[in-house]
C-alpha cells in the first residue's frame, strides 16, 4: 500500500498529520535512509521510515480518552523543560497526542488519541466542533460584555466566530466557542475589559466532562468515538 508520508507518520502515532507536515520541514524523517519531504509517498510494504533513527511502525491499535487536566499540566504532546504533561496521564504502550489543547493555567477536558486522521479532522478550521468553557473572572461581569461574547469580539486581529454564552453567577459563566485560536477565551475576556481568573473546559463536542475526576482518565466508548468521527 502507498500513502503519503504525513498519513504514515499518523498512522505511527507520532502526531497528527498537519503536526507531521511540521516534523518533517524540521527534519529527522528519513524513508530508506534520505531525508523526507513533505508530499513523499511510503510504500508500506516495502520503505522503511525512521524519526530520529528509531523505525517508525503502523500503530494498528487506536485508542481514545478523555483525560480531566489539573492545574499546571502542560499540554503538548513534549516538553524540552521536562514539565509534567497531559500525555503521561494515561498508561499506555501506544503514543498518544492531545486533540487541541489547554494552557498550562487551564483545567479541564482534553482528548488523547493516537488516531492521527481523527486528530487531523477536530482540529481543522473548516470544522468548527464546539468546546464549553466555564469561566471566572477577577471582575463582575454585565450583560453587556456577554452580549459581546456572543456577538465576537477582535482577537489577533480579527473578529471571533458568534458564541454561545450564560450566566451562572456575577463573575462566572459558561461559553460555547466554535474556534480554537491560541488562548482564545483569555484574550476574548481580555478584549473586553474581564481577567480570567479560573477556566475549565467541560465538553469538546459530544465528550462530557462529566464527574471524571481531576487529574484521571477515561476510555472513550465506541459511541463516542463514533459520534466524533460522524460529519
Same mark, same amino acid.
Given at each position: 500500500?502507498?500513502?503519503?508520508?504525513?498519513?504514515?507518520?499518523?498512522?505511527?502515532? $507520532?502526531?497528527?498529520?498537519?503536526?507531521?507536515?511540521?516534523?518533517?520541514?524540521? /527534519?529527522?524523517?528519513?524513508?530508506? /535512509?534520505?531525508?523526507?519531504?513533505?508530499?513523499?509517498?511510503?510504500?508500506?510494504?516495502?520503505? =522503511?521510515?525512521?524519526?530520529?533513527?528509531?523505525?517508525?511502525?503502523?500503530?494498528?491499535?487506536?485508542?481514545?480518552?478523555?483525560?480531566? *487536566?489539573?492545574?499546571?499540566?502542560?499540554?503538548?504532546?513534549?516538553? @524540552?523543560?521536562?514539565?509534567?504533561?497531559?500525555?503521561?496521564?494515561? *498508561? +499506555?504502550?501506544?503514543? $498518544?497526542?492531545?486533540?487541541? &489543547?489547554?494552557?498550562?493555567?487551564?483545567?479541564?477536558?482534553?482528548?488523547? +488519541?493516537?488516531?492521527?486522521?481523527?486528530? $487531523? *479532522?477536530?482540529?481543522?478550521?473548516?470544522?468548527?466542533?464546539?468546546?464549553?468553557?466555564?469561566?471566572?473572572?477577577?471582575?463582575?461581569?454585565?450583560? @453587556?460584555?456577554?452580549?459581546?461574547?456572543?456577538?465576537?469580539?477582535?482577537?489577533?486581529? @480579527?473578529?471571533?466566530?458568534?458564541?454561545?454564552?450564560?450566566?451562572?453567577?456575577?463573575?462566572?459563566?459558561?461559553?460555547?466557542?466554535?474556534?480554537?485560536?491560541?488562548?482564545?477565551?483569555?484574550?476574548?475576556?481580555?478584549?473586553?475589559?474581564? =481577567?480570567?481568573?479560573?477556566?475549565?473546559?467541560?465538553?469538546?463536542?459530544?465528550?462530557?466532562? /462529566?464527574?471524571?475526576?481531576?487529574?484521571?482518565? &477515561?476510555?472513550?466508548?465506541?459511541?463516542?468515538?463514533?459520534?466524533?468521527?460522524?460529519?
Amino acid at each position: 500500500m502507498e500513502l503519503r508520508i504525513n498519513k504514515y507518520m499518523a498512522l505511527c502515532g $507520532l502526531a497528527s498529520r498537519r503536526k507531521s507536515d511540521e516534523i518533517l520541514l524540521s /527534519g529527522g524523517v528519513r524513508i530508506n /535512509g534520505r531525508p523526507a519531504k513533505p508530499g513523499d509517498i511510503v510504500n508500506t510494504e516495502k520503505d =522503511t521510515v525512521t524519526y530520529k533513527d528509531m523505525q517508525l511502525t503502523p500503530d494498528n491499535k487506536l485508542e481514545y480518552y478523555a483525560v480531566n *487536566k489539573p492545574l499546571g499540566v502542560i499540554s503538548s504532546a513534549k516538553d @524540552e523543560f521536562g514539565r509534567k504533561n497531559v500525555v503521561d496521564m494515561v *498508561k +499506555t504502550d501506544h503514543r $498518544l497526542f492531545p486533540i487541541g &489543547r489547554l494552557d498550562r493555567n487551564s483545567t479541564g477536558l482534553i482528548i488523547l +488519541t493516537n488516531d492521527g486522521d481523527l486528530a $487531523l *479532522k477536530l482540529t481543522h478550521p473548516r470544522y468548527h466542533l464546539p468546546k464549553v468553557y466555564e469561566v471566572t473572572t477577577e471582575e463582575p461581569v454585565s450583560d @453587556e460584555q456577554l452580549e459581546k461574547l456572543s456577538s465576537g469580539v477582535s482577537v489577533y486581529h @480579527e473578529k471571533t466566530m458568534p458564541a454561545e454564552t450564560e450566566r451562572l453567577d456575577y463573575n462566572f459563566f459558561k461559553i460555547t466557542i466554535f474556534q480554537g485560536l491560541k488562548r482564545q477565551i483569555r484574550e476574548m475576556c481580555k478584549s473586553i475589559g474581564l =481577567t480570567v481568573q479560573t477556566l475549565n473546559r467541560t465538553e469538546i463536542g459530544p465528550i462530557k466532562l /462529566g464527574n471524571l475526576k481531576t487529574g484521571s482518565s &477515561r476510555p472513550l466508548s465506541k459511541e463516542e468515538v463514533t459520534m466524533l468521527k460522524s460529519d
